[in-house]
Structure formats: C-alpha cells, structure tokens
C-alpha cells in the first residue's frame, strides 16, 4: 500500500458526461501527480500541483481541469467524455516538488460508453 | 486491472537468474530518472531512481546503470524471482520545473519457475 488513496476506483459513464476523480496523498507529501495510462498511450503525465498552486504541465486535454485544495487532496475533473478518455486514471503524490520518486495510488478505471 | 495492452518487449527469464532490462531516453537535459515495477491491477511501485552525475546505484537486488553518452538505462535485478514478474518501465525527469516524469514503453518480465 503506497498511502495514496483513489476513488472510485471503477467508474462508468457516457459519452458527453463529466466526472470528478479524487486523490488523497500520503500523509506528509505535498506535491501530487495525475497520470492517465490508456492501452495506446502508455502512461502520460497530465499536470502535477505542489502545495495548492500549478507546478508542471503535460499533455492535459482543455476538457479536463484540476485542482489541489487546502487540506492538499486533489481532484481531476473530465468534461465532456469521449470514447477515447477510456483509461487507468492514477495520482501520485510525493514530498518535494522535483527529481523525486512519486508514489502511485491504484488508480481510477474510467470507461466510457 | 492490467497495466498496458500495448504490445510490450516481453523479457523471459529462469527463476534464479539476473535480468537486465533496458532503456532509452529522449533528452539530453534529463537529470533524473527512475525505475518503476507495475503488477497487475495496482498503481506503478517505485524501485530505484538514479540522478544524472551518477552512473550507478545499488538497491536490495537491484542495480541501475546509467550512460549519458548514448543515452541508456538499465535496470538489472539479481537472482529473480517469480514475485518479480510485472511491467517495468523507465521514467525521465526532463530538467524543468517540477517533476514531470515521461514514461517509457515499458518491458514484460516474465519468470519461469
């Protein structure tokens, strides 16, 4: 158990729809990570928040959006669901904000129908 | 819960035998990197992270190389055993703000008894 925690962690939808992913880290840690590992992709960074405030970008769609709140729990939120959003969703947390490893959580499985 | 349906490299060893997995990464200006196992079902593990003014570091059972000069990384495990089979992928932090890890591939560890 790597302390990072999911939820849900299956999660089935429509297309059009939005959902609201939701990631606590590890007791301490303050930066978190959003991942999405889809069967063609592999894993793809999306965005990282350290300490309530944007730190890195990657290949985040602008349907999806994301936010670390005060207590430092994190939430993804995918708009207007596409077929192809069908995806192990994961957050990782970890202490500092750089050149460390990150902690997965067991990941959310979205699909979309 | 399986990790990629891509088509991985799949590596084949005997129980009782050193693995060698390998990488290649993209960027020159990469100056961290880390190792991760993934099991089916669960969020990728941590296994050793190396930094780039390092060519070697040691972990229980694990060994990573690095080569700046051609761009290689390699994970070598000693004396696998069946718990080892799982999805392996390298990551790369490129140097900028954050830690905005780019996965590899991934490769297929399989142990035979």
């Known amino acids: 158990d790597s302390g990072v925690t999911q939820t849900p962690k299956h999660l089935i939808t429509a297309t059009g729809q939005r959902v609201t992913l939701r990631c606590s880290p590890r007791?301490?840690?303050?930066?978190v990570y959003w991942y999405q590992q889809s069967l063609d992709q592999g894993l793809q960074f999306l965005i990282q928040?350290?300490?309530?405030?944007?730190?890195a970008k990657g290949n985040i769609l602008e349907r999806f959006s994301a936010q670390q709140f005060p207590d430092l729990h994190s939430e993804l939120n995918l708009s207007s669901l596409e077929l192809g959003d069908s995806a192990l969703y994961f957050c990782a947390s970890s202490v500092v904000a750089e050149n460390t490893e990150a902690f997965f959580g067991q990941g959310t499985r979205l699909t979309v129908v | 819960g399986e990790s990629v349906g891509l088509h991985l490299p799949t590596l084949s060893v005997q129980e009782g035998d050193n693995s060698i997995i390998n990488c290649a990464y993209s960027n020159s200006a990469s100056d961290y990197f880390i190792w991760y196992k993934q099991e089916s079902g669960k969020g990728p593990q941590f296994i050793i992270d190396?930094?780039?003014?390092?060519d070697k570091r040691q972990g229980q059972r694990v060994t990573v190389l690095l080569n700046k000069t051609v761009k290689h990384l390699s994970l070598q495990i000693a004396a696998t055993q069946p718990g080892d089979s799982a999805v392996y992928f390298c990551?790369?932090?490129?140097?900028?703000?954050?830690?905005?890890?780019?996965f590899g591939g991934g490769t297929r560890v399989l142990v035979k008894p």
């Open positions: 990551a790369e932090n490129m140097g900028a703000a954050g830690n905005k890890l780019t």
């Open positions: 007791s301490g840690d303050l930066s």
């Open positions: 190396i930094r780039s003014n390092m």
């Open positions: 928040y350290y300490n309530g405030e944007e730190r």
